[in-house]
């Protein structure tokens, strides 16, 4: 009759296991986020203004790295060892075996002969750096440009050049701050 009787914990004892049990759910809720962060998603800041008008500086995006391959118009963030300490965000303009030529003086941007339709740039592309044109992408690699093209550093200068796709740290999916821009980029 009394087998299953059991005696009322402590309310000292109640409360550590309440309080071990909130610590759990924390250390697993940081553990979720770090992974989330390291394998899917991450937080980058845009620097400078060679992306106005789809950018401005200190917009911060959400990147990823799934289903990354860059294509032809994606937002990536990249970094360039031993080059620049920080990560660029730049549009991918021609990918691996694409021609890319730019004619500086009417500013338009050709990729395999076909001029880009681009409503996202600020400018014409009229700023020449030291790279000759027309060029070929090598396999692995990207072309990209700001879309502030006359104000931004990017594969037309050789210290850039074509970017090796193992150096893209990710695709900017959405923006997250300003508040007032939250949205995708």
Same mark, same amino acid.
């Given at each position: 009759?009394?087998?299953? =009787?059991?005696?009322?914990? &402590? $309310? ?8 071990? +049990?909130?610590?759990?759910?924390? %250390? %697993? ?13 991450? #937080?980058?800041?845009?620097?400078? #203004?060679?992306?106005? /008008? &789809?950018?401005?500086?200190? +917009? ?8 990354? *391959?860059?294509?032809? *118009?994606?937002?990536? !963030? !990249? ?15 021609? $990918?691996? *075996?694409?021609? #890319?030529?730019?004619?500086?003086? $009417?500013?338009?941007?050709? !990729? ?16 020449? =750096?030291? %790279? ?14 700001? +879309? ?5 550093? +990017? ?18 999916? @959405?923006?997250? @701050? /300003?508040?007032?821009? #939250? *949205?995708?980029?």
């Amino acid at each position: 009759m009394f087998d299953d =009787y059991q005696p009322k914990e &402590t $309310t000292g004892r109640a409360a550590a296991r309440e309080i071990c +049990d909130w610590v759990e759910a924390a %250390m %697993m809720a940081v553990v979720c986020v770090v992974l989330l962060f390291a394998f899917v998603a991450r #937080i980058s800041d845009v620097d400078g #203004i060679s992306m106005l /008008p &789809t950018l401005e500086d200190q +917009d911060r995006l959400v990147i990823t790295r799934m289903g990354m *391959g860059p294509s032809h *118009g994606d937002i990536v !963030v !990249v970094t360039l060892p031993g080059r620049y300490s920080e990560p660029l965000v730049k549009r991918v303009i021609a $990918t691996e *075996g694409q021609t #890319i030529d730019i004619n500086f003086e $009417t500013g338009q941007v050709l !990729v395999d002969g076909r001029e880009l339709h681009e409503p996202y740039i600020a400018d014409r592309t009229l700023l020449s =750096y030291d %790279m000759t044109f027309p060029q070929i992408v090598p396999d692995g690699h990207m072309f990209m440009l700001g +879309d502030n093209r006359n104000n931004s550093w +990017d594969s037309r200068d050789s210290r850039i050049g074509m970017v090796d796709n193992r150096h893209i740290l990710g695709r900017a999916v @959405f923006r997250v @701050f /300003p508040y007032r821009s #939250i *949205g995708v980029p």
